[in-house]
């Protein structure tokens, strides 16, 4: 093969790093046959050049002087893995200006500063690429970006983040407490010790949230636009009603249209989920991602969201679909935000409830909780009861309603005499 070596700059050697300096070297001969020149590893961007990167990175392209690797080497492509926002989204922007399509698995910083890269993608007549950024090994974003280019997504769920998966796995079947699933998740490396709120609390999922709907909804979507809640409320009452009731408790992505077609809601919380849906199925740190679509109904992508060899998997792949667009003078799908519809706030969105609650047991108490709901027209789907002594619980689902309709019902049961106390709230999604 008499093609000149593409030239690969990589910022970034930590566990998806290494593994990508590694699917290079060790699959350099399928590498090259695949792109159709080989590809050159030119430097490897680290915050500190004494520590060991292990056999597959040659000592002598370790670098920190980041600035240089890129702008200075004549790369081709650059591949960003350090994560954060600075100085990443510099360091991009300034690969496009000298040049270099880019691929990166960064989803904090395009959920946050997307359109920018995008622009500067655009203006320089290059590629940006950025598979990995959302469930590691699973090819999801391109199916959305291209696969489905000729269809019309109508929503989109997903289990995108695995540490909370794995500790609402555990709480469902042990029936751990989440403190102790957490401890778990950490002793086992899912979750950051000693903080692990960017899992836990929703933030990793609601940026992925924002590069899934900005995808499936030809709309620019930032991670301010997507409603958040986390998982470190749940108890392990919540999951075991949610169990009782036929449910399993995941933290969802959801972005959908709205009835109208006009906007689109994207939000993430906790819901409970049909055990017959097949994200009730998905366990551990496990991702998965349901879409629904006009054409092409019901699509599920299913895999490993994280670890080292499969995000790395990812990011070799846009390697060698860059490579290509370079090697035939051409470029990949820029971005499409034709639709440019709203995000619309979560008051507005429709959804279910499940609702338990502790009562006094005694005469026309089911009446005047009924009479809350209907008072904020909202449809009750099912309904249980318990008689416990002089006390009962009551366990309803509810049809869809509004958002905001269904938070004034739970806040005017609340100031009913009758209610003890509210044990759980929690959304129901996929039914």
């Known amino acids: 093969m008499g093609a000149k070596p593409l030239k690969v700059a990589l910022l970034g050697a930590g566990v998806v790093g290494s593994e990508v300096a590694r699917l290079l070297v060790e699959q350099s001969d399928d590498l090259a046959a695949r792109v159709g020149a080989p590809l050159e590893l030119v430097g490897v961007g680290v915050r500190s050049v004494a520590t060991d990167r292990g056999r597959w990175i040659d000592p002598s392209l370790v670098t920190d002087d980041l600035q240089q690797l890129v702008t200075g080497r004549s790369a081709d492509i650059v591949v960003e893995l350090m994560g954060g926002i600075e100085p990443a989204r510099t360091l991009i922007l300034d690969a496009f200006a000298a040049g270099a399509s880019v691929i990166t698995g960064n989803k904090a910083l395009l959920a946050q500063h997307g359109a920018e890269l995008h622009e500067a993608c655009d203006a320089a007549g290059l590629d940006l690429y950025f598979e990995a950024s959302v469930a590691g090994a699973i090819p999801l974003l391109r199916p959305l970006r291209e696969s489905l280019a000729g269809d019309r997504v109508q929503r989109v769920l997903g289990i995108v983040n695995g540490t909370t998966n794995y500790i609402l796995t555990r709480m ?7 403190d102790d699933a957490l401890a778990e998740a950490q002793e086992l490396g899912y979750a950051e010790k000693p903080d692990p709120s960017a899992d836990v609390e929703g933030h990793d999922a609601a940026a992925k949230a924002a590069i899934i709907a900005g995808l499936a909804f030809h709309s620019r979507v930032t991670i301010d636009d997507v409603y958040c809640e986390g998982i470190s409320s749940i108890t392990s009452s919540d999951v075991a009603a ?27 919380h906790p819901a409970m989920v049909s055990r017959q849906h097949p994200l009730a199925a998905v366990r551990e740190a496990y991702n998965a991602v349901f879409v629904e679509s006009d054409a092409a109904g019901q699509l599920m992508f299913y895999g490993p969201g994280a ?3 499969p ?7 846009d390697i060698v679909a860059v490579a290509r667009n370079r090697m035939s003078g051409g470029h990949g799908p820029r971005e499409s935000t034709y639709a ?3 995000v619309l706030p979560v008051d507005v969105s429709l959804t279910r409830y499940y609702i338990a609650m502790d009562l006094t047991d005694k005469a026309g108490v089911l009446a005047s909780v ?31 309603a509004l958002e905001s309709a269904l938070a004034e ?23």
Do not use: W
């Open 172 to 178: 469902d079947e042990s029936g751990a407490s989440y």
């Open 242 to 268: 949610a169990r009782a009731a036929g449910y399993v408790v995941k933290l969802l992505a959801v972005a959908e249209r709205s009835a109208d077609g006009r906007g689109i809601s994207v939000r993430v």
């Open 307 to 309: 670890g080292g060899a």
């Open 311 to 317: 995000t790395a998997s990812a990011v070799v792949g």
């Open 340 to 342: 440019a519809l709203p």
């Open 370 to 400: 009924a009479a809350v709901f209907a008072e904020h027209d909202v449809s009750i789907e099912t309904l249980r009861q318990e008689g416990h002594g002089d006390d009962a619980s009551l366990e309803i689902v509810t049809h869809d």
């Open 409 to 431: 019902t739970c806040a005017s049961l609340r100031g009913l005499d009758s209610v003890r106390q509210i044990t759980s709230i929690m959304r129901v999604v996929g039914e």
